[in-house]
């Protein structure tokens, strides 16, 4: 008798809930996520980007408490500049000891500065080599990607965590198709991004031996980036430069000399290195 | 070794009592079944057409099994002393050669073993999961994990059992236990760097709550298995379950004390 009632009163909310909700003016535009989380899935994903940071680095990781120097994840860095030495001492936040509780407490989580793949297991301990730990730790870059996925899905407005995981599906883990699958949910998500473009172009070059497709790409990011804000352009320098170098290189192997001639001139005025740019400038005329 | 011979049989009397109050009640039917489905749902969950991704699925996996493990060692031990009151059981209890030590030593026991063989469920399936995934079976990393775990258990299950004598209520206590037992997980063992950042007479209290506070970070070997890193020292292991030990006394010595001294009509 109970069940039947609350089927009927359940009937009744719902005759009533539905025109309601097709009347109701709010915005209905998002997904699930965005509805239930605002802007606050930003710091989610952001939460979420630097986990697949704290994996790449095997666990090892500051916390909030620990002094860390700012700036790029090591995981992106990877994928663009940066040397070994600058890394191995900005990681270094644990420092020695500071009284017993600590040094006893550094047992019992990462304290040792690896990233994936550079695990040692019980026989690498006493200066074993063995190809069972070397098929074991290949590709474990793969841990990485849930993180990405996820923060992709909280907040695709994000250019870098697409071409971040992007880098590794196709360099480390051999996985093209999924990489570009991946960098064109992100180009719907951010139309004419010219760091996605950039990392399509390359994929297209690289793997695909696409060179028509990959200059296109690579065109068309140069473009956006010529027609995006001067406070991004000075601040993506770094992406400028690696644009007009891959471009050039993509002209002067198709023996269009005059074009690479030209994107390597506009390299020199950004380039740091400007002696070397001249001399393959000489070298091409 | 007579004492021990005449402690033992109500202890172990009031313990099976409390183990067997376990297996009817729902609480960790229900959490162990949350637990696997969110396992086995995100398991399933397909990313980049990588099978062999487990670390997330080990890190939420865990996760789970902590908070349920602390939840269950929490209520279940906060609940016990209380209800005797409530069902006026502890009267005919105490009637008995039983002494109110023999009642919270097996009250305690009791609810250690139970979480230990929730746990050991809980680990169970961890394992089983993790090694279906990975193709690794790394028992040492649970052995210790396990171990690790179920001695925090005890600490968190004597500090449960403290708050039931301090506090009125058993929902208090929870809430309570609770907060303390995560403030400590999650703030402990960054008190000495809080600690520099101080000046005095902050700079020594703080570090003085640093030194007192029962570490029970050094319980949480999750890293270390989701990361597949070596293995704990076994000599720092053992040190680390000695050093549970030792905080497990000190409560539940307190709890003797505030129990003996307390009216119980």
Avoid at chain 1, 96 to 111: A, L, N
Avoid at chain 2, 245 to 262: D, E, G, H, P
Wanted: aromatic content about 14%; overall charge neutral.
């Amino acid at each position: 008798m109970r069940a039947i009632l609350l089927l009927v009163i359940a009937f009744c909310l719902t005759t009533w809930l539905e025109p309601w909700f097709q009347r109701w003016k709010g915005d209905r535009s998002g997904d699930v996520i965005t509805v239930a989380l605002g802007d606050s899935r930003k710091l989610f994903a952001r939460h979420f980007y630097v986990k697949a940071d704290a994996y790449f680095h095997n666990g090892y990781y500051p916390t909030i408490y620990d002094v860390k120097a700012g700036g790029e994840l090591h995981m992106a860095a990877a994928a663009g500049s940066g040397t070994h030495e600058d890394h191995v001492k900005e990681m270094d936040f644990l420092g020695q000891p500071k009284d017993w509780i600590d040094w006893f407490g550094r047992h019992f989580y990462p304290s040792e500065h690896t990233h994936l793949g550079e695990e040692e297991c019980e026989h690498c301990k006493h200066g074993d080599d063995h190809a069972e730990h070397a098929e074991q730790t290949e590709g474990l870059e793969r841990e990485m990607l849930p993180w990405f996925k996820l923060a992709a899905t909280l907040d695709p407005e994000q250019p870098e965590t697409y071409v971040v995981a992007s880098f590794w599906l196709s360099r480390k883990l051999g996985k093209i198709n999924e990489a570009e699958q991946f960098l064109r949910e992100g180009l719907r998500a951010n139309p004419g991004n010219f760091e996605i473009l950039f990392e399509l172009g390359r994929i297209a070059n690289e793997h695909r031996k696409d060179t028509t497709r990959a200059r296109n790409l690579w065109v068309l990011a140069l473009e956006n980036f010529h027609k995006a804000d001067q406070s991004v352009q000075d601040s993506e320098l770094l992406l400028h430069c690696g644009l007009l170098s891959s471009l050039a290189k993509l002209e002067q192997e198709q023996d269009n000399k005059a074009e690479a001639i030209r994107y390597f001139t506009e390299l020199k005025k950004y380039s740091p290195f400007k002696d070397q740019v001249q001399a393959w400038i000489d070298y091409l005329k | 070794m007579s004492t021990a011979q005449s402690i033992y049989p109500p202890v172990q009397a009031i313990a099976a009592v409390v183990i067997r109050e376990l297996y009817r009640r729902k609480d960790f039917y229900v959490l162990f079944v949350l637990t696997a489905l969110i396992t086995l749902v995100l398991g399933s969950v397909n990313f980049f057409s990588e099978e062999k991704v487990v670390r997330y699925l080990k890190e939420i996996c865990l996760f789970l099994i902590w908070v349920s493990s602390i939840v269950i060692a929490i209520t279940t031990a906060a609940r016990q002393i209380p209800a005797e009151r409530e069902n006026r059981t502890l009267f005919p209890l105490l009637a008995k050669p039983v002494t109110r030590n023999h009642v919270v030593l097996g009250k305690f026991l009791g609810c250690w073993y139970a979480s230990g063989l929730c746990l050991f469920v809980f680990y169970l399936f961890f394992a089983v999961i993790s090694g279906a995934r990975e193709h690794a079976w790394p028992i040492a990393h649970y052995f210790q994990g396990f171990m690790l775990h179920w001695f925090l258990l005890g600490v968190v299950t004597a500090l449960a059992l403290l708050g039931s004598i301090v506090f009125a209520a058993p929902s208090s206590n929870n809430t309570i236990t609770l907060v303390v037992v995560t403030g400590i997980l999650l703030l402990a063992g960054h008190l000495n760097k809080m600690a520099l950042n101080l000046s005095e007479p902050m700079h020594t209290l703080v570090y003085a709550i640093y030194y007192a506070l029962p570490h029970l970070e050094f319980f949480d070997m999750r890293e270390l298995i989701i990361h597949s890193r070596p293995t704990v020292p076994w000599l720092i292991w053992l040190a680390a379950l000695l050093y549970a030990t030792v905080y497990a006394a000190i409560f539940l010595s307190a709890t003797c004390f505030l129990f003996r001294k307390k009216a119980i009509n």
